[in-house]
């Protein structure tokens, strides 16, 4: 019953999330201050400009380039579930740049095409998916034992 009601639930949100309203934005970046990911990764201590930098008011654009792979932690703690700390990784299927700010994430194929994080109907008309799917199951087998699986994804 409560999966269900979880498929439900996940099936109204999507259904939402991909009939709102679209706002690409147009921003001018100064090239010149883009800071590249892999340079936070090799020197993390370093990076700490970049908080300042956002709690001072100041925009700041990041880029990960094509195959870069960035630390992903997940959080999800609910009264049902809980997700335990795992080792998990985002991979940038294509060069992409994020502009970070007081008011918000945003997210660019370009760098001058952009789309704010949760606007999910401007990130499908930046990027080209129809639509997406998002799917929970719980299985069981020989070699696994009982597991639960959640996929994401956009056609």
């Known amino acids: 019953m409560k999966t269900k009601l979880m498929a439900l639930l996940a099936a ?25 990911v ?4 090799s020197d993390p201590a370093g990076s ?11 925009d700041v654009v990041l880029f990960v380039a094509k195959g870069q792979s960035i630390p992903l932690k997940i959080n999800l703690d609910t009264p049902l579930v809980k997700v335990e700390n795992g080792k998990n990784s985002l991979v ?9 700010s007081r008011s918000g ?6 760098g001058e095409r952009w789309a704010a994080i949760q606007d999910l109907k401007a990130l499908k008309k930046l ?14 087998s020989k070699e696994e034992g009982a597991s639960a699986t959640l996929n994401v994804g956009t056609k």
Request: charged fraction near 15%; aromatic fraction near 14%.
């Open 12 to 36: 109204a949100f999507l259904l939402f999330a991909f009939t709102g309203c679209a706002t690409i934005h147009r921003i001018d970046i100064d090239r010149g201050s883009v800071i590249p």
């Open 105 to 110: 994430f945003m997210v660019s194929p370009d």
């Open 48 to 58: 700490e400009s970049i908080g300042k930098a956002v709690q001072e008011g100041k």
């Open 127 to 140: 990027y080209g998916f129809k639509g997406g799917s998002l799917s929970i199951g719980f299985g069981v």
């Open 92 to 100: 940038f299927m294509q060069h992409t740049y994020l502009l970070i």
């Open 38 to 41: 892999s340079k936070i990764l």
